[in-house]
């Protein structure tokens, strides 16, 4: 209650003579955020490289519904994390441009559109497969349990970071259901991709703090930063590395031994991600604009390139080298 009353005082505050709602309510859904279902990727190739079976016709159409409803159940997240989050967000220096604390948003066609987004994208995923829907419903909750209170995740210290990035595996669950094939994905996998997720996110906050601390106390802003500082979010960072790192070695050592080999590409691409967090409002604070980052990008699109080929080419020399036992 006392966030919707310091809303309304927002609004009544910002509100322009004729806001465009029309366009305030397409830009909460933040389509431009859809460029983080390149996570979904992933998860679709090492299905197809695993199970070429699939590889048909109709896998094409289904590709192009599972991405849709997963950015409109994405897109759902997002509404309802731009109406709760609009008190703080006004007292953000850029972020209070935002349609909602602007007043360019009807609040309650707001949390109408949030029901409605998830409802087409289930309905759209029943249309590729069941688990597909189970696994897009699974992303919506942890977005209700993200940031809707008594609960709001995003308030609490580590456990922010670590909810918000089980969407990396669940968005790896999207692409291996989209072409469900029959069997399961190895878990040590889901557990790298959730951690390297968490690795990501930390930089997010540690970015957001160093940036959001030069106008207001970062407290003020999100209830977590009360928590943090700069010490222990690097120390956090480095956990989540080496456990993605440990799992992923895991994971290539009982199924994809060849794909040690992308390891180094992988640990440089981590580096230039963790640099990105010490410049000035940088794109780890907004990653919907890391396609920005040119170096980045194609060090990343030479990796997904490299991790394609390892998972469809065998190297028996390589794997018989790392194979053979110090024991007779």
Same mark, same amino acid.
């Given at each position: 209650?006392?966030?919707?009353? /310091?809303?309304?005082?927002? @609004?009544?505050? #910002?509100?322009?003579?004729?806001?465009?709602?029309?366009?305030?309510?397409?830009?909460?859904?933040?389509? %431009?955020?859809?460029?983080?279902?390149?996570?979904?990727?992933?998860?679709?190739?090492?299905?197809?490289?695993?199970?070429?079976?699939?590889?048909?016709?109709?896998?094409?159409?289904?590709?192009?519904?599972?991405?849709?409803?997963?950015?409109?159940?994405? $897109?759902?997240?997002?509404?309802? #994390?731009?109406? *709760? %989050?609009?008190?703080?967000?006004?007292?953000?220096?850029?972020?209070?441009?935002?349609?909602?604390?602007?007043?360019? !948003?009807?609040?309650?066609?707001? =949390?109408?559109?949030?029901?409605?987004?998830? @409802?087409?994208?289930?309905?759209?995923? $029943?249309?590729?497969?069941?688990?597909?829907?189970?696994?897009?419903?699974? @992303?919506?909750?942890?977005?209700?349990? =993200?940031?809707?209170?008594?609960?709001?995740?995003?308030?609490?210290? =580590?456990?922010? !970071?670590?909810?918000?990035?089980? #969407?990396?595996?669940?968005?790896?669950? !999207?692409?291996?259901?989209?072409?469900?094939?029959?069997?399961?994905?190895?878990?040590?996998?889901?557990?790298? =991709?959730?951690?390297?997720?968490?690795? *990501?996110?930390?930089? /997010?906050?540690?970015?957001?703090?160093? %940036?959001?601390?030069?106008?207001?106390?970062?407290?003020?802003?999100?209830?977590?930063?009360?928590?943090? +500082?700069?010490?222990?979010?690097?120390?956090?960072?480095?956990?989540?590395?080496? +456990?993605?790192?440990?799992?992923?070695?895991?994971?290539?050592?009982?199924?994809?031994?060849?794909?040690?080999?992308?390891?180094?590409?992988?640990?440089?691409?981590?580096?230039?991600? *963790? #640099?990105?967090?010490? /410049?000035? %409002?940088?794109?780890?604070?907004?990653?919907?604009?890391?396609?920005?980052?040119?170096?980045?990008?194609?060090?990343?699109?030479?990796?997904?390139?490299?991790?394609?080929?390892?998972?469809?080419?065998?190297?028996?020399?390589? +794997?018989?080298?790392?194979?053979?036992?110090?024991?007779?």
């Amino acid at each position: 209650m006392a966030n919707q009353f /310091k809303l309304g005082i927002i @609004l009544s505050v #910002n509100k322009q003579a004729k806001p465009d709602y029309l366009r305030g309510h397409l830009e909460i859904c933040r389509f %431009d955020h859809w460029i983080k279902n390149v996570f979904v990727l992933p998860g679709f190739l090492i299905a197809v490289s695993i199970y070429p079976q699939s590889i048909n016709p109709g896998l094409f159409i289904s590709v192009v519904i599972g991405f849709l409803a997963a950015g409109l159940v994405a $897109s759902s997240n997002y509404v309802i #994390n731009e109406i *709760l %989050d609009a008190p703080f967000d006004a007292l953000h220096p850029t972020k209070r441009l935002r349609p909602t604390p602007a007043g360019r !948003v009807h609040i309650q066609w707001g =949390y109408v559109q949030w029901i409605v987004l998830m @409802l087409i994208g289930l309905a759209l995923a $029943s249309l590729v497969s069941q688990a597909l829907v189970w696994v897009l419903l699974w @992303l919506w909750v942890m977005g209700c349990i =993200y940031n809707i209170p008594p609960v709001r995740a995003k308030d609490l210290p =580590y456990i922010d !970071v670590l909810v918000e990035s089980i #969407n990396n595996p669940i968005r790896l669950l !999207v692409g291996w259901y989209i072409v469900s094939p029959p069997f399961q994905i190895p878990v040590s996998l889901l557990i790298s =991709y959730w951690m390297i997720g968490a690795y *990501l996110m930390a930089i /997010k906050r540690f970015a957001e703090m160093r %940036d959001i601390s030069r106008n207001i106390s970062a407290k003020q802003y999100r209830k977590s930063f009360g928590y943090y +500082t700069e010490q222990n979010l690097l120390v956090s960072i480095m956990f989540y590395a080496s +456990t993605s790192m440990l799992f992923f070695g895991a994971f290539v050592m009982r199924y994809r031994l060849e794909l040690i080999l992308s390891f180094p590409l992988i640990a440089f691409i981590m580096a230039m991600y *963790l #640099n990105l967090a010490f /410049k000035e %409002d940088g794109s780890a604070q907004a990653p919907e604009k890391l396609w920005k980052e040119t170096p980045l990008m194609l060090a990343s699109f030479l990796c997904l390139i490299l991790m394609v080929f390892l998972m469809n080419v065998s190297l028996p020399a390589f +794997t018989a080298f790392f194979q053979q036992s110090v024991l007779n």
